[in-house]
């Protein structure tokens, strides 16, 4: 089959439900500002297909999946992908399963990785992959000029959105097994966190805590304000390690990397390693009780104040208003 110009093969991260991942929406939108996306499906639920197309994509390649063995199958069939549609590019997601069939691939084909971008777009010479580094003080263009560039998008970082295709061409891939090492997956126990809240990764807000809220029962306040916006908690390590909550609420650089609308940080200082997870975060508020705090150098809105005073006024006048 002909496949339509300047082709962008986007891999859907599917959950192990089959169902495609929080992060498609916007793979699929930064894939139509650079060309035509191509979904790539493996191991997907049958109604996966409507979904991806609802998101964007004209043309869906699918492929068995094996639940059972970790990354190689799906480096197999994204390979078949490629090699059969020879697109411009290839995004992924940049979660832990999407970096790891990219490293896999991009080896495979020798073809660049850029990982961890915050945005794509195109110039004369072909892609460019846009980074955030060094916590955020920097951004970064990498335009490889040799075969497609490898991309994972960091989640929550593209506001583009495709169109949604009514009529999808789907297409059933042939995939020779590489037989690759693959690491094998032995029995799987779903732990289902039952939350009101979005999730964090992806989230269009999020409230976070630091230190400065003193205890885990006072951690309850950052609970609250993000409830009366609708957003996703989050939190430093110092409040991780100091127990006010779990780690895997933690952002920056050894947790999870926000690009939330709005980012609002409670008695958080600002270190470099907070930044590097939150800076690209579109509007960020911070409350500090101190002036000099450097959460304020990134800060679009700052409120110097004790959060235990500020915050019951804003999530009152947040009610009034919802009222
Ligand atoms: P603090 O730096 O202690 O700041 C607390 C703030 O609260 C202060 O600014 C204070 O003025 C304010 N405050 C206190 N009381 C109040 C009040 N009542 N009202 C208003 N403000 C108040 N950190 C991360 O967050 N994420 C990471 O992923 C991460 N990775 C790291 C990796 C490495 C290798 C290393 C070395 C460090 C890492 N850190 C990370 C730790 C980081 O360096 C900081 O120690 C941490 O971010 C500080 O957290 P904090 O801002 O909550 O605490």
New binding site residues.
């Given amino acids: 089959m002909g496949y339509p110009e300047n082709p962008i093969l986007v891999l859907i991260d599917v959950d192990p439900s089959g169902a495609p991942a929080s992060s498609t929406a916007a793979l699929l939108g930064a894939a139509a500002t650079i060309g035509s996306p191509v979904a790539v499906l493996v191991g997907a639920a049958d109604d996966a297909v409507t979904a991806v197309a609802a998101a964007g994509a004209s043309v869906v390649l699918t492929a068995a999946g094996d639940a059972s063995a970790l990354a190689v199958p799906i480096v197999d069939a994204l390979q078949a992908a490629y090699e059969r549609v020879q697109p411009d590019a290839v995004l992924l997601s940049n979660s832990i399963s999407g970096r790891d069939v990219a490293g896999r691939f991009a080896v495979r084909t020798r073809t660049a990785l850029c990982v961890d971008a915050v945005g794509v777009s195109r110039d004369d010479e072909g892609v460019v992959a846009h980074h955030s580094v060094y916590g955020g003080a920097y951004l970064v263009d990498a335009a490889p000029t040799y075969g497609a560039a490898v991309i994972t998008v960091r989640q929550g970082a593209v506001e583009a959105r495709a169109e949604a295709v009514d009529a999808p061409v789907v297409e059933a891939l042939e995939v020779p097994a590489s037989g690759a090492v693959a690491a094998s997956v032995g029995p799987v126990e779903t732990i289902e966190a039952v939350s009101s809240r979005p999730e964090l990764r992806g989230a269009t807000r999020v409230v976070s805590g630091?230190?400065?809220l003193?205890s885990k029962e006072k951690f309850v306040l950052v609970e609250e304000l993000a409830d009366a916006l609708g957003a996703a908690v989050g939190a430093?390590?110092?409040?991780v390690d100091a127990g006010y909550i779990p780690q895997s609420h933690?952002?920056?650089?050894?947790?999870v990397s926000v690009s939330p609308q709005l980012y609002v940080a409670l008695?958080?200082?600002?270190?470099i390693?907070?930044r590097a997870?939150m800076q690209t975060s579109k509007t960020i508020v911070a409350?500090?009780?101190?002036p000099e705090?450097p959460i304020f150098e990134v800060a679009d809105f700052g409120i110097v104040?004790?959060?235990?005073t500020v915050v019951p006024q804003i999530i009152a006048a947040l009610d009034a208003r919802k009222s």
């Avoid at 933690?250 to 947790?255: E, L, N, P, R, S």
């Fill in positions: 630091g230190r400065g003193a430093s390590r110092a409040a933690q952002v920056g650089q050894t947790g008695g958080i200082s600002g270190a390693q907070h997870g409350i500090n009780k101190d705090a104040g004790d959060v235990f």
